[in-house]
């Protein structure tokens, strides 16, 4: 079992490494270039229709399983979760407060990869023989790439890899946050929190993409405003600190040698380590590029795939640009980065250092506000990626009549994630998340003469909405 996952270290290591990264935001790069920055451009059209009354309903015209604002919420689920709390301060201890500033820049070009996935699904997306849509990255390498043997090759390859990484990323590891947090901050029995998080689960999940939405309609948006006012409490609370702060962050970020000092406590890092971890913890954090968010849009109710791709884009903004941001800067401004804790004797990092920034200003209820953070966001990620994964697994077996077997067991692998600290099935889940990011940035970068397009199809629209807005 050791060499298992000594094995399983060294190709984490690997499909994780330069190459991907570069991969990642290299096609984000390209893309945004190739659309004449339209993504960059249209990000305030975006953010308004996405917080429009009309986002809320389904639309006259066009089809779909449930409203717009519903796919966004559904699709954030799976996006917002630990990395927002634990991947921020693990990148600022390891890349320094610099890798802030990259996750940054990582997310800017992810706007243009989101949109471009989200696109690109709903235009190939099908209606199975229940009536529901179906669609993703798998259908637009089947139907939309050119040579048809290629297409259908890396759609299965993707479907397969994305059945793998919802029971890891999606499922085992989320409900192993949630039970560590909860046995942490207040004690409770991590065999209690698996029971409730199974029967939880399986109430929400057997229900479908109808219920998945619904529960993530009101709970994303109550858990990101919830952890947000706490972190702004927080930065507020430690304002005297945040101009030095903000300059640290920036001269770390773009400091050729390694520097460190003021508010870093202990740690010192280089440019090229900020964003080494700065786009590692970026495109993990957001997954843009990854293809998992556009399963998701493609059950949205609306009448132009660029409509849609526009207001899913915006998923991007607010899990990296808003979320992760709040929480660099109250780690930031606490001067708790780079300290050493107590109980342990270490340098503060994960979800400890971003409790400990919390604690300055908001004393015991610190932790008590990021742990519940940590499950809401973990809990809601399950949800996000259980219909992630069933589409791939409906997209593998032709059809929807094996997707009620893929609940009960994704529902009944809660427990077993909550109760057991499986190191393998995290670093496999990590190379299985890697793998379906590649097909799907092959397909993008295939179609991306289409991409462009498109958008600029949609922009005279675009205008119009500007003029009346």
Sequence with gaps: MESLNDILVTVDGFVWGPVMLVLLVGTGIFLTIRTRFLSWRNLGYAIKRTLSRESRKKTTGGEGDVSPFAALTTALAATIGTGNIVGVATAMVSGGPGALVWMEICAAFGLTSKFAECMLAIKYREVNENGEMAGGPMYTMKKGLKNKTFGAILGWLFAFFAVVASFGIGNLTQANSISEALNGTFGFDTQVVGVVLTILALIIIVGGIKTISKVSSVVVPFMAVFYMIGGIIVIIGNIENLPAGVAMIFRMAFSVQAVGGGLCGTITASMMNAIRYGFARGCFSNEAGMGSAAITASAAHTDDPVRQ??????????????????????????????????????????ATLTMAAFETVLGPAGPIIVSVGIALFAFSTILGWEYHGEKAFEYIFHGPKYNMVYRILFSLVVYAGATTTLEIAWNFSDIANALMAIP?????LLMSKEIAEEMRRFQPEVLRAKGKM
């Excluded at 401004?333 to 340098?347: D, K």
């Excluded at 799907?440 to 993008?444: A, K, W």
Aim: some cysteine; proline content about 2%; glycine content about 12%.
């Design 309 to 350: 791709a526009y207001i899913n884009m915006t998923g991007t903004f607010w899990d990296t640009i808003v979320v992760c941001t709040i929480t660099g800067l109250c780690i930031a401004s606490s001067g708790m980065l780079g300290q050493i804790n107590p109980a342990t004797g270490e340098v503060y990092k994960g």
């Design 440 to 444: 799907n940035l092959i397909c993008m």
